[in-house]
């Protein structure tokens, strides 16, 4: 959506309270239509879904539950591991933190192992 169906949008959600049509977020959590709009008007506008992004992350509840559905989407997650296997900073700072675990280390150290077999193996 542009910016100026976004602003269109606020204008008619503001005249509504100025009209005294109720409390707009009640309005909105009540009605799952209200709720999908608001959702798409955000979706769309690629400033806006980072500020909510920003929004959610900064709170323990909202950052867990964001992550938890990022991890149950497949798409998504095939995305974060390619970008993260592309940015060896990233890469070094993952195999960094999963070896501080001894168990999640000598995991680590069999893959590494297996895939040094692998390339001597190769003719």
């Given at each position: 959506m542009n910016r100026s169906h976004v602003a269109r949008v606020v204008i008619a959600c503001s005249l509504l309270v100025l009209l005294g049509c109720g409390d707009m977020i009640q309005t909105i959590m009540r009605s799952p239509e209200s709720q999908a709009k608001v959702m798409d008007l955000i979706g769309g506008d690629a400033e806006m879904a980072g500020r909510m992004t920003d929004k959610l992350l900064s709170a323990e509840g909202s950052r867990r539950a964001l992550i938890d559905h990022l991890m149950g989407?497949?798409?998504?997650?095939?995305?974060?591991?390619?970008?993260v296997a592309r940015d060896p900073t990233a890469l070094d700072a993952v195999i960094g933190l999963a070896v501080q675990d001894s168990t999640m280390r000598e995991h680590v150290m069999t893959l590494f192992k297996g895939m040094q077999m692998a390339r001597q193996a190769r003719p």
């Open positions: 989407n497949g798409e998504a997650m095939q995305t974060l591991m390619a970008r």
